[in-house]
Structures are given as C-alpha cells and as structure tokens.
C-alpha cells in the first residue's frame, strides 16, 4: 500500500529546530500543562507526591521527546526490531522477576522508576510491523507466508501481557498491530476470520479470565448489580461527570474527588475528576486537543516520502485516538473499565514515557522528511 522514495539531506540543529511541527508540541505542551493542575487536584489542592513526581517525569519525557525528534528516521527504522525484541525480552523477564502489586506482576524495578514494559510493547510492535510492511512489495502483504510473521509479533507480546493479568493493556497492544496490518493492506476476510476465532474461543477464554475481571464485565453489563463493589468506581465516575453539568464546580471544588468517593482518580480516572470540576465544556476542550494532536500526526504521515514512516504515523495516530477513546469510554461508563490511562494526563512514568517516544519518533519522521532510511 505504501511504497518509498527518498532522498539524502544533512540538517543542522537550527534546521531541525525550525522543522519542528509547532502545532503538535503546543498541543503537547498544552496537555502537560492542564495535568499538572489536574494532579495538583488529586493532591488535595497541595504540591504533594503525586503532583511532584508527574510534573518531574514530564519535565524530562517532553524533553525526552525533543532529543528522539532529532534522531534521524533511520535509526528507528534500523533499530525497529531490536526495539521489538528487547521489550519482548523485558516482558519475559517481568514473569520471573516483576514486581507484584494487587495481584499483577508487570513492572520491573530498575531502581529509578518502576517500568511497566507493557507500556512500550506499544510503541515496540507498531515500529516492528511498520519497518516489516516497509520491506516487502504490496502484491506480497496478502500471501499466507508474509502474514505468519506478523501474526506471531502480534501473538507473542498479548499472550505475555493477558498472563500478568493485564487485559487492558494486552488490548490496546493488539489494536496496534492491527492497525499496521490494516493499512498495510491485508484483506477483510483475513479479520473476518481471525475474528471468527475469536468469538469461538470467547468462552474459554473466560475461563481463565480472574474473578475481578469477570466481575467487571459483569458491572459493565449491569452496574447497579453491586454498587458499592464492584460498580463503586463506575457509578462514582458518572456521578461526578454529570454533576460537573456545562462548566464544571470550578478548580478545587469537585465534591466527589474530595471527599473521595472517587478511588483511583490519579490514574485512570484522571478524566472524571477534570471534568467534574470543568464540566462538558472543558471535557470538549481536552477531547479537541487529542484530536488536534491525532490530525496533525496524520498530516505529517501524508506529507512522508517512506512507506515505513507514513505506515507509522497513520498506525500511531490511530492507536493513540484509541487510547484516548478507551479511556474517556471507560470512565463513562460506555465499555469496561480496562485500566487504561489517558496519555499524558495520567499518572504513570511508563504510559508517559511510551507516549512520549511514539510522539518523539512521529516528529523524527516530519524532521527528517527528506532522508533515505539507507
């Protein structure tokens, strides 16, 4: 679907400097900006852990994100598959050695931060299938032999991450993937089949699903079936969402978040504490953003001479709307809660520093537009 053609150039750090999308790192200025005052929130309106610890990580992943923009494209192409290998490797190695808190193990502990490898697996699979689209001709993406690979680098990482449990998470990686291989132009009937499969083996996948994930799809179907169990978290975040109303009880003023009728409002639920305090017209402010945010990757994907960079830039730009979508579905109620953070403004150095290098890498492609990958 998508071919390459490109040509050698040299930039200067003014050069990549001037080339930088302004538009896109306002927006993702913007979007720091508004969390700190969010986590300043959840804080209890005091500077405290949580609130020091977000704007320190995003102090050095913004700038983490302008040091991966002046790489050149090339290296990420190159290195595209070991990016893939080492989180696969850093998945298997949380299986044996991972941190284990409220009955999953996914983190590793490097001393400085808790990583949670699952977190850049999405990053890592996105590079891997967009390098291997890049390599082979269009007439071959549909062959049995050149559908193998990706299948098993899809496989591999969702099975490892289904297993600490994280089905959240081993989700949205699989979005990923399959989005690459969507617009990489595999045929229909290939998802018709895979997803055929997958409603054939849905119940014994159940199965093996823990009891608080069967209860959570259980809540989803039906709330009110337990709500001051399993439905507290869903039922407290539409009741804090709607009585935000048009614009919000103002800064500091949210009555769920304070008294804490609202339990992990730092994280996951960063979205319904915003939107109690702002209400519907700052909860449409945040949402522009991200879609300004997603428009302008998809711009700078068109505007590519690779395969390898538009694949990645159309395939990142998707994955990253969803995970907002996911997010914002999630604490309203519209699809199971599947902990899954709302890029930038929730709490958490993995989500945010995965986030940050997809970004990093989409504005290393706009920069170095003009570059052969080798």
Known sequence: MFRSGSIQSHLT???????????????????????????????????AY???????????????????????TSFWYSSATLFYLGVLFLL?????????????????????????????????????????????????VNKFRYLAQPLLALLFPVIL??????????????????IVVWLAGVKMKFFAYLGGLFLLSAPVAISF???????????????SRDPLGAGYQITQSKIAIGSGGLFGKGFLDGSQSY????????????????????????????????ILITWRIVNIGHALRTSFGRLYCYSFATAFFIYVAVNMGMVLGLIPIVGAPLPI??????????IMIGLGIVMSCKIHKDQALG
Request: charge should be neutral; glycine fraction near 8%; aromatic fraction near 18%.
């Open 209 to 223: 699903l823990k009891p608080y994930q069967k209860s959570r799809i259980l809540t989803f179907l039906d709330p």
């Open 92 to 140: 298997i190695l949380v299986k044996y050695v991972g941190l284990t808190s409220s009955g999953s193990q996914r983190w590793l502990d490097l001393y400085f931060l808790n990583l949670q490898p699952s977190e850049l697996m999405k990053i890592g699979l996105i590079l891997f299938l967009a390098k291997y689209y890049h390599k082979i001709s269009s007439g071959d």
């Open 13 to 47: 750090l003014r050069d990549k400097i001037f080339s930088l999308d302004l538009t896109l790192t306002i927006c993702i200025f913007l979007i720091g900006i508004i969390s700190f005052f969010a986590m300043y929130s959840t804080d209890g309106g005091h500077f």
């Open 161 to 178: 991450v289904v297993t600490q449990p994280d089905l959240g998470t081993s989700f949205l990686i699989a979005v990923g993937g399959v």
């Open 259 to 290: 008294l804490d009728y609202l339990p992990e409002k730092h994280t996951d639920f960063i979205f319904t504490l915003f939107s109690e305090e702002f209400g519907f017209f700052g909860s449409m402010s945040i949402l522009l953003i991200y």
């Open 50 to 72: 949580h609130t020091k610890s977000h704007i320190i990580r995003f102090i050095i992943f913004f700038t983490l994100f302008f040091i991966i923009s002046f790489i050149k």
């Open 345 to 354: 403004m929730s709490y958490g150095g993995s989500s945010m520093m995965a």
